[in-house]
């Protein structure tokens, strides 16, 4: 694993257990490297998050494109599963701390927003694939769209997932579920 790789890594597990106020010392103990070591691939705190905002959402992206490549599931299957892909390295991750980055790293934050905002294309041709088989009822897919973005972007935004103990998984396969079942053709 290149070292870029695994000092994402280890963020994504000090994170985890520290959520936002982590620090390049941590990384350093939690990998057993030196806080140099983290210094030559990132300068600061906010561009290693950044860089691990990319790398969180490139494996979403992988996982969406096993999804896709899924011969054995319907085209209402594939909406359900790639709406709410999230790869199974990332399930056990708090990712509900994301919250506070509007305030603290709000040049982070618009990276999320940006990265939650595009990359769309296969979604979109899957809905437009099940209007076409009539599985899913003719909508205005800009409006799911940017109803599941405002949903992800709440999360982010606000606590209420800690204040009510919900996972964000959890958050997202309920927004997931009552998104698609409003759409289908019944």
Known sequence: MELRQQLLEGTLQVFNYKGLKFTMDDVAHSLGIS????????????????????????????????????????TVEKIRKILGVMPVSYRELDLRQLYVLKDKYPSVYQQVEHRLENGWENTIA?????????????IKIPILKMMLE???????????????RISYQEGLDEVVEILVDGILNT
């Open 150 to 164: 405002a949903s992800l972007e709440q999360f982010f935004m606000r606590d209420i997932l800690i204040e009510n």
């Open 35 to 74: 806080k140099k070591t983290i210094y030559t691939v990132f300068r600061t705190k906010e561009e290693m998050f950044l860089a691990l905002v990319d790398y969180l959402f490139d494996g979403i992206k992988e996982a969406e494109q096993r999804v896709l490549d899924d011969d054995s599931l319907s």
């Open 126 to 138: 899957l809905i437009e694939q099940g209007i076409e088989e009539g599985v899913i009822r003719p």
